[in-house]
């Protein structure tokens, strides 16, 4: 089995800064893309950022330039540094992980737990 594990969420003020993790563990062979959704209440969950195994990242519209994803591939862990946060960036934040528990085998999907990131004064 695989398991993502994230940290990191919390309350902050508009402006702040937060950094969330998530590590993967488990029966991993390898990890192709590693990302990042949210979900606010009462709204569907959206993508946010992706990061590839060798590094080339995306960003949502909404985050771009404040938010940063990155990956220690020797650690299997993903980060999002976030930076410049707003209120309606207050959301559950869910990591994802393309994982391929073999080789050769089909990879598939992972989910993390989640994390509250609550941006408040």
């Known amino acids: 089995q695989v398991q993502l594990v994230e940290s990191g969420g919390g309350l902050v003020q508009p402006g702040g800064s937060l950094r969330l993790s998530c590590a993967a563990s488990?029966?991993?062979?390898?990890?192709?893309?590693m990302g990042w959704y949210r979900q606010a209440p009462g709204k569907p969950r959206e993508w946010v950022a992706a990061?590839?195994?060798?590094?080339?990242?995306n960003y949502a519209d909404s985050v771009k330039g404040r938010f940063t994803i990155s990956r220690d591939n020797v650690k299997n862990t993903v980060y999002l540094q976030m930076n410049s946060l707003k209120p309606e960036d207050t959301a559950v934040y869910y990591c994802?992980?393309?994982?391929?528990?073999?080789?050769?085998?089909?990879?598939?999907?992972?989910w993390g737990q989640g994390t509250q990131v609550t941006v408040s004064s």
């Open positions: 990061i590839s195994s060798g590094g080339s990242s």
């Open positions: 994802n992980a393309r994982v391929s528990r073999y080789p050769g085998s089909r990879s598939r999907d992972y």
């Open positions: 488990g029966s991993i062979f390898s990890i192709n893309d």
